[in-house]
């Protein structure tokens, strides 16, 4: 099957570039192009794609606000937005996250690494979160909102073990790092994983992350 893209940031040139090495890509094609935010969120809900690579900083509406169109919108429940940002800002990180985003990536990032961001966004499987990055995750995200008390009634749908295995998703373990860590089998990891985001309302584990600092499941 395959990743249907769309390509949203200001810059002709880097638009140009990442198409050229998606579309040059088995499995993968860009099915759109967007200048500005909003132009980005008309082409999200006319084009039928599966990811948004979203820049941040875009004229009309900044990528965070269209994130967040994107993301709240029932109709396009199945898009994935991979943010692109740079550790110069790292709070957009966070605010990336509160948005929706499913990911976000430097511009720096490799194209290999870029390819496969995009894959794991899509398959909804793991955040996108380098050691370096889930350090920035747990401070912006831990600040404002340690703990959430609204969360509280959401946790308590959650059993023993599924609030574990949320804990651990939230340091960026993989599902097969979970199982070694709590001598589970891989599927039944996932399985936890799943049914944590079944009865929380998450897009993706991104969303896990974001819960678990919100309520206090997971601190700095």
């Not at 609204?150 to 790092?177: F, H, I, K, W, Y």
């Amino acid at each position: 099957m395959t990743i249907r893209v769309l390509l949203a940031d200001d810059q002709a040139l880097l638009r140009g570039t990442f198409r050229m090495l998606i579309d040059s890509t088995p499995g993968m094609e860009v099915v759109a192009e967007a200048a500005t935010g909003r132009r980005a969120v008309e082409l999200a809900r006319s084009r039928r794609v599966d990811v948004v690579l979203m820049d941040i900083r875009m004229p009309d509406l900044d990528g965070l606000a269209a994130t967040r169109l994107i993301t709240e919108d029932e109709d396009l429940a199945g898009v994935k937005v991979l943010v692109l940002t740079t550790f110069e800002n790292d709070e957009y990180v966070a605010e990336a996250l509160r948005a929706g985003a499913s990911g976000f990536l430097g511009k720096g990032i490799d194209p290999g690494e870029l390819l496969d961001a995009i894959r794991v966004v899509a398959a909804g499987d793991a955040l996108l979160s380098p050691a370096a990055t889930k350090a920035l995750i747990a401070r912006f995200l831990s600040q404002p909102a340690a703990p959430d008390p609204g969360g509280t009634p959401q946790l308590a749908a959650l059993t023993p073990r599924e609030r574990e295995v949320v804990a651990l998703v939230a340091t960026g373990l993989s599902n097969d790092e979970i199982a070694e860590r709590l001598y589970v089998t891989p599927l039944t990891a996932k399985t936890h994983v799943n049914r944590a985001m079944a009865k929380l309302g998450a897009r993706d584990r991104a969303q896990l992350v974001v819960t678990a600092y919100r309520t206090g499941l997971a601190r700095v």
